[in-house]
Protein backbone atom coordinates (compact mmCIF):
# COMPACT_ATOMS: atom_id res chain seq x y z
CA UNK A 1 0.00 0.00 0.00
CA UNK A 2 1.19 3.59 -1.12
CA UNK A 3 1.96 6.87 1.45
CA UNK A 4 -1.82 8.00 2.09
CA UNK A 5 -1.57 12.10 1.65
CA UNK A 6 -4.37 14.41 2.28
CA UNK A 7 -4.04 17.54 -0.43
CA UNK A 8 -5.29 20.40 1.55
CA UNK A 9 -5.93 23.92 -0.67
CA UNK A 10 -6.79 20.91 -3.58
CA UNK A 11 -8.50 23.22 -6.06
CA UNK A 12 -5.44 25.77 -6.26
CA UNK A 13 -2.54 25.61 -8.16
CA UNK A 14 -0.13 23.24 -6.25
CA UNK A 15 -3.20 21.27 -5.21
CA UNK A 16 -4.47 20.56 -8.68
CA UNK A 17 -0.61 19.14 -9.74
CA UNK A 18 -0.34 17.25 -6.28
CA UNK A 19 -3.26 15.34 -7.63
CA UNK A 20 -1.90 13.99 -11.13
CA UNK A 21 1.52 12.95 -9.29
CA UNK A 22 -0.25 11.18 -6.43
CA UNK A 23 -2.57 9.15 -9.27
CA UNK A 24 0.80 8.98 -11.76
CA UNK A 25 2.93 7.36 -8.90
CA UNK A 26 2.82 3.83 -7.68
CA UNK A 27 4.01 4.49 -4.32
CA UNK A 28 1.42 7.20 -3.05
CA UNK A 29 -2.39 6.65 -2.52
CA UNK A 30 -5.17 9.94 -2.13
CA UNK A 31 -5.99 9.67 1.47
CA UNK A 32 -8.35 13.28 0.87
CA UNK A 33 -8.84 16.46 -0.24
CA UNK A 34 -9.70 19.74 1.58
CA UNK A 35 -10.89 23.22 -0.48
CA UNK A 36 -11.87 26.95 0.64
CA UNK A 37 -14.80 27.07 -1.37
CA UNK A 38 -14.53 25.88 -4.59
CA UNK A 39 -18.01 23.32 -4.55
CA UNK A 40 -17.36 23.00 -8.39
CA UNK A 41 -14.16 21.86 -8.44
CA UNK A 42 -13.93 19.85 -5.69
CA UNK A 43 -17.18 17.60 -6.81
CA UNK A 44 -15.30 17.58 -9.70
CA UNK A 45 -12.03 16.27 -8.14
CA UNK A 46 -14.25 13.74 -5.98
CA UNK A 47 -15.01 12.48 -9.53
CA UNK A 48 -11.67 12.54 -11.37
CA UNK A 49 -9.59 11.24 -8.32
CA UNK A 50 -11.87 9.27 -5.58
CA UNK A 51 -10.61 10.50 -2.57
CA UNK A 52 -11.17 8.72 0.76
CA UNK A 53 -12.74 11.86 2.02
CA UNK A 54 -13.65 15.21 1.22
CA UNK A 55 -14.22 18.35 3.18
CA UNK A 56 -14.59 21.94 2.40
CA UNK A 57 -14.31 25.29 5.08
CA UNK A 58 -16.57 27.46 3.33
CA UNK A 59 -19.67 25.62 1.38
CA UNK A 60 -22.07 27.65 -0.83
CA UNK A 61 -25.08 28.75 0.74
CA UNK A 62 -27.36 25.81 -0.34
CA UNK A 63 -24.92 23.05 1.36
CA UNK A 64 -22.09 21.31 0.59
CA UNK A 65 -21.92 18.73 -2.13
CA UNK A 66 -23.48 15.51 -1.06
CA UNK A 67 -19.95 13.43 0.17
CA UNK A 68 -18.38 16.25 1.33
CA UNK A 69 -17.99 17.51 4.76
CA UNK A 70 -18.04 20.65 6.02
CA UNK A 71 -18.07 22.94 9.40
CA UNK A 72 -16.13 22.70 12.53
CA UNK A 73 -13.79 19.56 13.10
CA UNK A 74 -14.13 18.75 8.76
CA UNK A 75 -10.49 19.95 8.73
CA UNK A 76 -9.35 17.48 11.31
CA UNK A 77 -11.37 14.53 10.19
CA UNK A 78 -10.07 15.20 6.96
CA UNK A 79 -6.29 14.64 7.93
CA UNK A 80 -7.38 12.29 10.25
CA UNK A 81 -5.22 8.66 9.26
CA UNK A 82 -3.18 9.97 6.28
CA UNK A 83 0.35 9.41 6.30
CA UNK A 84 1.12 13.11 5.26
CA UNK A 85 -0.58 16.34 4.36
CA UNK A 86 0.22 18.45 1.87
CA UNK A 87 -0.76 21.99 3.05
CA UNK A 88 -1.38 23.62 -0.38
CA UNK A 89 -3.84 26.07 1.20
CA UNK A 90 -3.62 29.96 0.77
CA UNK A 91 -2.90 32.68 2.89
CA UNK A 92 -3.07 32.85 7.13
CA UNK A 93 -5.88 29.54 6.40
CA UNK A 94 -3.45 27.26 6.28
CA UNK A 95 -2.03 27.80 9.54
CA UNK A 96 -4.69 25.54 11.74
CA UNK A 97 -4.24 22.67 9.05
CA UNK A 98 -0.29 22.91 9.86
CA UNK A 99 -0.62 22.99 13.79
CA UNK A 100 -3.25 20.32 13.32
CA UNK A 101 -0.80 18.40 11.04
CA UNK A 102 1.71 18.38 13.92
CA UNK A 103 -0.97 17.82 16.71
CA UNK A 104 -1.69 14.78 15.35
CA UNK A 105 2.15 14.27 14.40
CA UNK A 106 1.58 13.55 10.71
CA UNK A 107 4.46 14.91 8.58
CA UNK A 108 3.93 18.02 6.60
CA UNK A 109 4.75 18.85 3.24
CA UNK A 110 4.60 22.19 3.18
CA UNK A 111 3.45 24.69 0.17
CA UNK A 112 1.79 26.94 2.53
CA UNK A 113 4.89 29.36 4.03
CA UNK A 114 2.36 31.76 5.54
CA UNK A 115 2.68 28.68 8.27
CA UNK A 116 5.99 29.46 8.82
CA UNK A 117 5.34 33.03 8.72
CA UNK A 118 3.07 34.05 11.09
CA UNK A 119 3.20 30.68 12.98
CA UNK A 120 5.89 32.07 15.79
CA UNK A 121 7.03 28.95 17.43
CA UNK A 122 4.01 26.92 17.17
CA UNK A 123 5.55 24.81 14.84
CA UNK A 124 9.41 24.31 16.10
CA UNK A 125 8.69 20.65 17.70
CA UNK A 126 8.11 19.82 13.84
CA UNK A 127 10.46 21.11 12.58
CA UNK A 128 13.25 19.92 14.95
CA UNK A 129 12.13 16.54 14.71
CA UNK A 130 12.37 17.26 10.75
CA UNK A 131 8.50 16.33 9.45
CA UNK A 132 8.37 19.44 7.94
CA UNK A 133 9.06 18.90 4.21
CA UNK A 134 9.38 22.29 2.36
CA UNK A 135 7.12 22.18 -0.92
CA UNK A 136 8.45 25.75 -1.83
CA UNK A 137 10.43 25.51 -4.64
CA UNK A 138 13.83 27.05 -3.40
CA UNK A 139 13.76 25.67 -0.33
CA UNK A 140 12.91 22.58 -1.81
CA UNK A 141 16.85 22.98 -3.34
CA UNK A 142 17.75 24.43 -0.27
CA UNK A 143 16.71 20.68 1.60
CA UNK A 144 18.50 18.90 -1.11
CA UNK A 145 21.80 21.17 -1.33
CA UNK A 146 22.24 20.57 2.37
CA UNK A 147 22.00 16.82 2.07
CA UNK A 148 25.59 15.69 2.91
CA UNK A 149 27.07 18.99 4.16
CA UNK A 150 28.82 17.83 7.57
CA UNK A 151 29.28 21.03 8.53
CA UNK A 152 26.64 24.31 8.25
CA UNK A 153 27.22 26.09 5.24
CA UNK A 154 28.43 29.62 5.04
CA UNK A 155 25.16 30.81 3.21
CA UNK A 156 21.50 30.35 1.68
CA UNK A 157 21.00 33.00 -1.23
CA UNK A 158 17.16 32.37 -2.26
CA UNK A 159 17.06 33.57 -6.02
CA UNK A 160 14.06 35.73 -7.29
CA UNK A 161 13.06 36.33 -10.45
CA UNK A 162 12.31 40.05 -9.87
CA UNK A 163 8.18 39.45 -10.59
CA UNK A 164 6.22 40.50 -13.30
CA UNK A 165 7.12 44.19 -13.25
CA UNK A 166 11.01 44.10 -13.08
CA UNK A 167 11.80 45.92 -16.07
CA UNK A 168 8.68 48.52 -15.99
CA UNK A 169 9.77 52.04 -15.58
CA UNK A 170 9.92 52.71 -11.93
CA UNK A 171 7.41 55.66 -12.31
CA UNK A 172 5.17 53.19 -13.79
CA UNK A 173 4.91 50.54 -11.27
CA UNK A 174 2.67 52.65 -9.06
CA UNK A 175 -0.39 52.34 -10.97
CA UNK A 176 0.83 48.86 -13.05
CA UNK A 177 -2.47 47.51 -14.37
CA UNK A 178 -3.68 44.27 -12.75
CA UNK A 179 -3.64 42.20 -15.76
CA UNK A 180 0.50 43.14 -15.97
CA UNK A 181 0.90 42.26 -12.05
CA UNK A 182 -0.66 38.76 -13.21
CA UNK A 183 1.58 38.18 -15.96
CA UNK A 184 4.20 36.20 -14.47
CA UNK A 185 7.34 35.56 -16.63
CA UNK A 186 8.39 31.84 -15.68
CA UNK A 187 5.64 30.94 -13.26
CA UNK A 188 1.82 29.88 -13.41
CA UNK A 189 0.50 30.27 -10.02
CA UNK A 190 -2.51 31.73 -7.80
CA UNK A 191 -3.46 35.13 -7.90
CA UNK A 192 -2.35 36.14 -4.60
CA UNK A 193 1.23 34.58 -4.66
CA UNK A 194 1.97 36.24 -8.28
CA UNK A 195 0.99 39.52 -6.55
CA UNK A 196 3.36 38.85 -3.95
CA UNK A 197 6.15 37.78 -6.60
CA UNK A 198 5.73 41.33 -8.15
CA UNK A 199 6.05 43.34 -4.86
CA UNK A 200 8.61 40.77 -3.78
CA UNK A 201 6.31 40.07 -0.43
CA UNK A 202 6.46 36.63 -1.90
CA UNK A 203 10.57 36.90 -1.73
CA UNK A 204 10.13 38.49 2.22
CA UNK A 205 8.08 35.19 3.16
CA UNK A 206 10.65 33.31 1.94
CA UNK A 207 13.57 34.57 3.74
CA UNK A 208 11.15 34.29 6.90
CA UNK A 209 10.48 30.50 5.57
CA UNK A 210 13.87 29.52 5.32
CA UNK A 211 15.12 30.91 8.71
CA UNK A 212 12.82 29.01 10.12
CA UNK A 213 13.66 25.40 8.27
CA UNK A 214 17.31 26.49 8.50
CA UNK A 215 18.00 28.03 11.63
CA UNK A 216 21.42 29.45 12.12
CA UNK A 217 22.51 29.62 8.38
CA UNK A 218 22.35 33.18 7.17
CA UNK A 219 19.95 33.92 3.88
CA UNK A 220 20.21 36.68 1.26
CA UNK A 221 18.13 36.64 -1.86
CA UNK A 222 19.73 37.53 -5.10
CA UNK A 223 18.15 38.39 -8.13
CA UNK A 224 18.17 35.55 -11.31
CA UNK A 225 15.32 36.39 -14.09
CA UNK A 226 15.92 33.70 -15.65
CA UNK A 227 14.24 31.50 -12.96
CA UNK A 228 16.57 28.26 -13.96
CA UNK A 229 18.56 27.99 -10.89
CA UNK A 230 16.06 27.33 -7.69
CA UNK A 231 18.41 28.85 -4.93
CA UNK A 232 22.22 28.20 -3.68
CA UNK A 233 23.99 27.36 -0.72
CA UNK A 234 27.59 28.16 -0.24
CA UNK A 235 28.90 25.88 1.44
CA UNK A 236 31.82 25.94 4.21
CA UNK A 237 34.41 25.42 2.59
CA UNK A 238 33.31 28.00 -0.31
CA UNK A 239 31.86 25.94 -2.57
CA UNK A 240 28.30 26.43 -3.83
CA UNK A 241 25.10 24.16 -4.95
CA UNK A 242 22.42 24.74 -6.60
CA UNK A 243 19.20 22.55 -8.26
CA UNK A 244 18.55 23.96 -11.94
CA UNK A 245 16.05 23.20 -14.09
CA UNK A 246 12.93 24.98 -16.05
CA UNK A 247 10.24 26.06 -13.76
CA UNK A 248 8.00 23.08 -13.19
CA UNK A 249 6.72 23.03 -9.44
CA UNK A 250 5.97 19.57 -10.13
CA UNK A 251 9.92 18.87 -9.00
CA UNK A 252 9.43 20.41 -5.56
CA UNK A 253 6.16 18.70 -4.94
CA UNK A 254 6.77 15.37 -5.78
CA UNK A 255 9.81 15.43 -4.34
CA UNK A 256 8.39 16.40 -0.64
CA UNK A 257 5.51 13.42 -1.07
CA UNK A 258 7.98 11.21 -1.75
CA UNK A 259 10.57 12.06 0.86
CA UNK A 260 12.72 10.42 1.77
CA UNK A 261 12.41 8.32 -1.17
CA UNK A 262 12.87 9.55 -4.61
CA UNK A 263 9.96 9.03 -7.15
CA UNK A 264 9.71 5.59 -8.80
CA UNK A 265 8.35 7.16 -11.91
CA UNK A 266 10.62 10.35 -12.50
CA UNK A 267 9.31 13.22 -14.12
CA UNK A 268 12.30 13.33 -16.17
CA UNK A 269 11.59 15.61 -19.48
CA UNK A 270 14.52 15.46 -21.63
CA UNK A 271 15.57 18.98 -21.37
CA UNK A 272 18.99 20.01 -21.62
CA UNK A 273 21.19 22.55 -20.39
CA UNK A 274 21.36 23.94 -24.22
CA UNK A 275 17.61 24.58 -22.99
CA UNK A 276 18.14 27.05 -20.14
CA UNK A 277 20.01 30.08 -22.55
CA UNK A 278 21.58 32.29 -20.93
CA UNK A 279 21.61 32.56 -16.86
CA UNK A 280 22.52 36.18 -14.93
CA UNK A 281 22.36 36.97 -11.49
CA UNK A 282 22.47 40.92 -10.24
CA UNK A 283 21.48 42.08 -6.42
CA UNK A 284 18.26 42.88 -4.93
CA UNK A 285 17.44 46.60 -5.05
CA UNK A 286 15.38 47.04 -2.44
CA UNK A 287 14.01 50.39 -3.52
CA UNK A 288 12.22 49.49 -6.19
CA UNK A 289 10.74 47.04 -3.26
CA UNK A 290 9.21 48.46 -0.31
CA UNK A 291 7.15 45.77 0.22
CA UNK A 292 9.82 43.69 1.04
CA UNK A 293 11.45 46.36 3.47
CA UNK A 294 8.08 46.44 4.76
CA UNK A 295 7.66 42.41 5.62
CA UNK A 296 11.61 42.42 6.44
CA UNK A 297 10.48 45.01 8.89
CA UNK A 298 7.78 42.82 10.85
CA UNK A 299 10.11 40.12 10.77
CA UNK A 300 12.90 42.30 13.06
CA UNK A 301 10.10 43.17 15.06
CA UNK A 302 9.07 39.65 15.77
CA UNK A 303 6.53 37.95 17.71
CA UNK A 304 2.85 38.67 16.20
CA UNK A 305 4.19 41.14 13.12
CA UNK A 306 5.15 38.88 10.40
CA UNK A 307 1.33 38.18 11.63
CA UNK A 308 -0.14 41.29 11.23
CA UNK A 309 1.88 42.24 7.71
CA UNK A 310 1.09 38.55 5.71
CA UNK A 311 -2.87 39.95 7.07
CA UNK A 312 -2.63 43.44 6.35
CA UNK A 313 -0.66 41.96 2.72
CA UNK A 314 -3.69 39.57 2.10
CA UNK A 315 -6.39 42.61 2.41
CA UNK A 316 -4.30 44.80 0.28
CA UNK A 317 -3.75 42.05 -2.42
CA UNK A 318 -7.86 41.21 -2.29
CA UNK A 319 -8.20 45.18 -2.80
CA UNK A 320 -5.52 45.48 -5.56
CA UNK A 321 -7.37 42.64 -7.68
CA UNK A 322 -10.79 44.54 -6.84
CA UNK A 323 -9.89 47.14 -8.44
CA UNK A 324 -9.78 49.33 -5.44
CA UNK A 325 -6.00 50.60 -4.54
CA UNK A 326 -3.19 50.64 -7.05
CA UNK A 327 -0.23 48.01 -7.01
CA UNK A 328 1.59 50.59 -5.28
CA UNK A 329 -0.35 51.30 -2.26
CA UNK A 330 0.46 47.64 -1.29
CA UNK A 331 3.80 48.55 0.33
CA UNK A 332 2.17 51.35 2.06
CA UNK A 333 -0.79 49.57 3.61
CA UNK A 334 1.45 46.67 5.13
CA UNK A 335 4.01 49.23 5.87
CA UNK A 336 1.31 50.82 7.86
CA UNK A 337 -0.20 48.11 9.63
CA UNK A 338 3.35 46.71 10.63
CA UNK A 339 3.99 50.51 12.22
CA UNK A 340 1.02 50.33 14.37
CA UNK A 341 0.86 46.90 15.83
CA UNK A 342 2.48 46.09 19.18
CA UNK A 343 4.23 42.94 18.52
CA UNK A 344 3.68 39.96 21.40
CA UNK A 345 5.18 36.89 21.86
CA UNK A 346 3.52 34.41 18.96
CA UNK A 347 3.32 31.48 21.22
CA UNK A 348 0.19 31.05 21.23
CA UNK A 349 -2.86 30.28 18.47
CA UNK A 350 -5.53 32.74 19.53
CA UNK A 351 -2.83 35.44 19.69
CA UNK A 352 -1.96 35.09 16.65
CA UNK A 353 -5.57 34.87 15.18
CA UNK A 354 -6.14 38.39 17.32
CA UNK A 355 -3.02 39.80 15.45
CA UNK A 356 -4.31 38.93 12.06
CA UNK A 357 -7.82 39.73 12.66
CA UNK A 358 -6.56 43.63 14.12
CA UNK A 359 -4.15 43.78 11.10
CA UNK A 360 -7.25 43.14 8.76
CA UNK A 361 -9.08 45.84 10.30
CA UNK A 362 -6.16 47.94 10.41
CA UNK A 363 -5.33 47.69 6.81
CA UNK A 364 -9.06 48.33 5.63
CA UNK A 365 -8.91 51.66 7.88
CA UNK A 366 -6.14 52.90 5.72
CA UNK A 367 -6.90 51.64 2.67
CA UNK A 368 -10.58 53.47 3.10
CA UNK A 369 -7.77 56.88 4.36
CA UNK A 370 -6.64 56.31 0.83
P1 LIG B 1 -4.36 29.05 -5.06
O1 LIG B 1 -5.01 30.34 -4.82
O2 LIG B 1 -4.24 28.57 -6.47
O3 LIG B 1 -5.15 27.91 -4.25
C1 LIG B 1 -5.45 28.05 -2.90
C2 LIG B 1 -6.18 26.82 -2.36
O4 LIG B 1 -6.49 27.09 -0.96
C3 LIG B 1 -7.52 26.54 -3.04
O5 LIG B 1 -7.73 25.14 -3.11
C4 LIG B 1 -8.53 27.14 -2.07
O6 LIG B 1 -9.82 26.54 -2.15
C5 LIG B 1 -7.88 26.85 -0.73
N1 LIG B 1 -8.33 27.72 0.35
C6 LIG B 1 -8.46 29.07 0.34
N2 LIG B 1 -8.93 29.51 1.53
C7 LIG B 1 -9.10 28.39 2.30
C8 LIG B 1 -9.57 28.19 3.63
N3 LIG B 1 -9.98 29.19 4.40
N4 LIG B 1 -9.59 26.92 4.09
C9 LIG B 1 -9.21 25.88 3.31
N5 LIG B 1 -8.75 26.02 2.05
C10 LIG B 1 -8.71 27.27 1.56
O7 LIG B 1 -2.95 29.09 -4.34
P2 LIG B 1 -1.58 28.37 -4.76
O8 LIG B 1 -0.86 29.22 -5.74
O9 LIG B 1 -1.81 26.93 -5.06
O10 LIG B 1 -0.74 28.52 -3.40
C11 LIG B 1 -1.02 27.74 -2.26
C12 LIG B 1 0.10 27.92 -1.25
O11 LIG B 1 1.31 27.43 -1.80
C13 LIG B 1 0.37 29.39 -0.88
O12 LIG B 1 0.75 29.45 0.45
C14 LIG B 1 1.54 29.76 -1.78
O13 LIG B 1 2.33 30.78 -1.22
C15 LIG B 1 2.30 28.45 -1.81
N6 LIG B 1 3.14 28.29 -3.00
C16 LIG B 1 2.57 28.24 -4.24
C17 LIG B 1 3.36 28.09 -5.36
C18 LIG B 1 2.73 27.98 -6.74
O14 LIG B 1 3.43 27.66 -7.69
N7 LIG B 1 1.44 28.19 -6.90
C19 LIG B 1 4.75 28.01 -5.24
C20 LIG B 1 5.31 28.06 -3.96
C21 LIG B 1 4.49 28.20 -2.84
MG1 LIG C 1 9.05 30.12 -3.99
Known sequence: MGRRVAVLGSTGSIGVQALEI???????????????SSADALAGQIRRYGPGM??????????????VCSGPGSLRKVIEGADMVLNAIVGSAGLEASLAAREMGIPLALANKESLVIGGELLDDHLEKGLVIPVDSEHSTVFRCLAGEARPPAKILLTASGGALRDMP??????APVERVLAHPNWEMGSRITVDSASMVNKAFEVIEARKLFPGIPVGVVVHPESIVHSLVETADGAWKALMGLPDMGVPISFALHWPDLPLAGAVTGESPTDWGTLSFRELDEGRYPAFTAVMAAFRAGGT???AANAADEEAVGAFLAGRIPFGAIAAVIAGVVREHRPRPASDYETIIEADAGARVAARRIMEAM
Open 22 to 36: IRNSPSLELHSIFCG
Open 54 to 67: AGMAHPPRGGAPEG
Open 170 to 175: PEEVYR
Open 305 to 307: APA
